[in-house]
């Protein structure tokens, strides 16, 4: 089972930038696709982004499209989400998996998380 670490949350302000890592440990984890989603309070955790581990191919949430990009480093196996133009309503714990399904409920393990805070 691959073990995951997610860092780099914090408090910003609107309009600021902020850069995730997920750090993936485990046998099979440099060779899996990975993803973020992300879980506001009160309300399901949904899909962020995804990667590939095979080929350059990404996928986007229609709200964070233009203002996210994932990105991967197989040699560290770490997974990063530049989050860039933050809005309020980005505020939510992030937390990244492996895999690329779309729906939460399809994955069993979860990582701690990491807060993100936006503040108007």
């Known amino acids: 089972q691959v073990q995951l670490v997610e860092s780099g949350g914090g408090l910003v302000q609107v309009g600021d930038s902020l850069s995730l890592s997920c750090d993936a440990s485990?046998?099979?984890?440099?060779?899996?696709?990975m993803a973020w989603f992300r879980q506001a309070p009160g309300k399901e955790r949904d899909f962020v982004a995804g990667?590939?581990?095979?080929?350059?191919?990404?996928f986007y949430a229609d709200s964070v499209k233009g203002r996210f990009t994932i990105s991967r480093d197989n040699v560290k196996n770490t997974v990063y989400l530049q989050m860039n133009s933050l809005k309020p309503e980005d505020t939510a714990v992030y937390y990244c998996?492996?895999?690329?399904?779309?729906?939460?409920?399809?994955?069993?393990?979860w990582g701690q998380g990491t807060q993100v805070t936006v503040s108007s």
């Open positions: 998996n492996t895999g690329v399904i779309r729906s939460a409920s399809a994955y069993t393990y």
């Open positions: 990667i590939k581990w095979s080929v350059d191919k990404t």
């Open positions: 485990g046998p099979t984890a440099s060779t899996s696709d």
